[in-house]
């Protein structure tokens, strides 16, 4: 089994939980020797391959049974746009995925993605569903909500945030709905897709948590949790997309301009499609996750 982009904060999980079922798996990326990984697993193999090279990505999915692309990429530097990485990649890595008579590719795509949006991130993330379904009959789609767990960039941020900020600035006025996951339940939905362990022949999952909150209610339910006191104050989504155009190429800042597009728009599972639910797995709640992170985030690990 490999997992390109099996490094990353959802990858490294999916290789684990594959780990724990005894499985072979094959972690890629490009730094391998950066794997962050906490639970002192190791993949079977550790590749080193970009996937934008389509002769490392050859190599590394030759003779696996199932591939999954966890690979993100949120900052467009370079020849790393949107559209070469989540398009034209994900397209190459489906094909030389089929070429190597692999049976199962999973792709990770996220709530929202949509091939006609406005927003370069999101209609890239919608482009590449098309092109590896077209590459790769059969791939599954998983689409995460927004995924928490300890060294999130979301969750950890409002967490920290309203700990050490008197007044908190929220995107417009807070309303956009969102169903946070937990990075595991997501990361055991992909294994057990890549296992073919599942008996739904759908090809779309929304990967998504027990409740949905307007960021306005997730931000107060993360203060009311660690006690911390916040004056919650609207900041228009103009003033968000400057702000993050001037500042996301700092390695320091979280924000960037994708992520401002993203919540224009409710990130929440579509009724019509399967999910958590129909792969046997009950979605962690919040609550139990925020003294996680904040207990990590605080140990600093
Ligand atoms: N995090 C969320 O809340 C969230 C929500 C919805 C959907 N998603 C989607 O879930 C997927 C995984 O996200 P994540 O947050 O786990 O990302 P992440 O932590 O940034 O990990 C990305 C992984 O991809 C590897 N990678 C990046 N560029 C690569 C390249 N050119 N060639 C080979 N490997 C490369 C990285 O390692 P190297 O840098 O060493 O190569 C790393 O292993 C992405 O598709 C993301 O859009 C995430």
């Keep these: 089994m490999t997992v390109v982009g099996g490094t990353g904060f959802l990858g490294r999980r999916i ?11 094959r972690a890629v990326s490009r730094h391998p020797h950066k794997d962050k990984s906490a639970s002192g697993k190791r993949p079977s193999q550790q590749i080193e391959a970009d996937i934008l090279d389509p002769s490392s990505i050859a190599a590394a999915v030759a003779g696996s049974r199932a591939v999954v692309n966890a690979v993100s990429l949120y900052v467009e530097r370079g020849e790393q746009t949107f559209e070469r990485v989540h398009v ?23 709530i929202g993605a949509d091939p006609k949006s406005r927003s370069n991130y999101i209609r890239a993330r919608g482009r590449g569903e098309e092109v590896v379904k077209a590459a790769f009959p059969g791939a599954v789609i998983v689409r995460p909500a927004v995924m928490a767990g300890p060294d999130d960039l979301f969750i ?12 908190y600035p929220l995107f417009g006025e807070g309303g956009t709905r969102l169903q946070p996951v937990y990075v595991e339940d997501v990361a055991e939905a992909v294994s057990r897709l890549a296992l073919g362990q599942h008996s739904t022949a759908a090809s779309i999952f929304e990967c998504a948590g027990p409740r949905i909150y307007s960021y306005r209610e997730l931000v107060r339910q993360i203060a009311s949790q660690l006690k911390a006191r916040i004056v919650l104050v609207p900041v228009p989504f103009a003033v ?10 700092l390695p320091a800042v979280s924000l960037t301009r ?44």
């Design 258 to 301: 994708n992520q401002v597009d993203l919540m224009r728009h409710d990130n929440v599972a579509a009724k019509d499609l399967p999910g958590l639910e129909e792969l046997g797995i009950e979605p962690r709640g919040l609550e139990e996750l925020i003294h996680m992170i904040d207990h990590k985030a605080r140990a600093g690990t």
């Design 15 to 25: 290789v684990s939980r594959l780990l724990d079922r005894a499985v072979d798996v």
């Design 240 to 249: 968000w997309g400057i702000l993050a155009t001037a500042t996301e190429f």
């Design 88 to 110: 034209e990649a994900a397209a190459d890595l489906a094909t030389a995925s089929r070429h190597a008579g692999v049976e199962m590719f999973v792709q990770i795509s996220g």
């Design 156 to 167: 950890t941020t409002i967490a920290r945030l309203v700990q050490i900020l008197p007044i």
